[in-house]
């Protein structure tokens, strides 16, 4: 009985984790693309950018109601990112572009690792279809960040 309760603590602390981080890591993302697409000189940069938006305000809105539904309260963007975009917003506009395409390769990565370790880590069906649901998407904006970013290298 006792390994039970524990289990499921682990269990839900993990899914816990989960929803905070990824809707930290999303806000991060849809800050830093919405300065890209007041700040980018690349119409190829903030085309990205906006889709970037959109799929990360998808994904936001869906953990949300998940953890809203399972009475999780996810807090504001942690320090780590409010750094990125303070050095985003310093960016010279000849930086700009790489730096955006750098730490938002970099968030998007973080948000990739985040959806497949809850996949191996949870069985909740909820959890488990949005995970299918956005894991192919954030692969291809991913990919498409790294193609623009080794061309204007």
């Known amino acids: 009985m006792k390994n039970q309760a524990f289990a499921k603590n682990d269990r839900e602390e993990t899914e816990v984790f989960f929803f905070i981080s990824a809707a930290n890591i999303s806000k991060s993302i849809i800050s830093k693309s919405q300065i890209a697409q007041q700040k980018s000189s690349d119409v190829i940069v903030q085309e990205l950018s906006k889709r970037i ?3 990360e305000n998808q994904l936001l809105d869906e953990i949300t109601k998940m953890a809203t539904s399972k009475l ?28 955006y395409l750098d730490t938002t390769t970099e968030a998007i990565c973080d948000q990739i690792e985040l959806l497949e370790t809850i996949s191996r880590e949870t069985n909740d069906k909820q959890i488990l279809e949005l995970v299918l649901r956005f894991l192919p998407e954030q692969y291809k904006l991913l990919r498409e960040a790294e193609r623009i970013k080794k061309q204007n290298e």
């Open 53 to 55: 938006e959109v799929q």
């Open 72 to 99: 999780i309260v996810i807090t504001e963007i942690n320090a780590t990112h409010k750094r990125d975009l303070y050095n985003l917003l310093d960016a010279s506009s000849k930086d700009f572009n790489s730096i």
